[in-house]
């Protein structure tokens, strides 16, 4: 017997990777300053959170797979996925269910949070 919970985590985990591995399936915001970045750096740092798989029990406490740290050089940067209703004003319901769910990835420098 399968427990619902571990379900819904399993989906959401799946759906997250989906989304950070394309960046397709829902939004994606990048700061100013990752934006102010050189375009090779800003693209490694990009790629680097598409290919993110170092998750462990410290930095993803709940198996969402919805937060990651990447860096490039001297260049830290943060990326989170939240999981809001579809039209972005509370949080989802059911945030394994694409069809009431908008996920947003944020992409940030470490010094700007």
């Not at 591995?21 to 375009?39: D, N, Q």
């Not at 990009?46 to 490039?72: C, M, Q, S, W, Y």
């Amino acid at each position: 017997m399968s427990d619902d919970r571990s379900d819904s985590t399993d989906r959401v985990r799946q759906l997250n990777d989906a989304f950070r591995r394309t960046f397709v399936g829902g939004v994606v915001v990048v700061t100013a300053g990752v934006r102010a970045l050189p375009h090779e750096r800003r693209s490694a740092l990009l790629a680097k959170i598409r290919a993110f798989d170092a998750f462990t029990e410290d930095n993803d406490p709940h198996g969402e797979h919805d937060f990651g740290v990447v860096e490039d050089g001297d260049v830290r940067c943060l990326w989170k996925i939240d999981l809001y209703d579809r039209e972005m004003e509370l949080m989802s319901p059911d945030p394994s269910d694409p069809a009431v769910t908008t996920r947003l990835l944020t992409i940030m420098l470490a010094d700007e949070y």
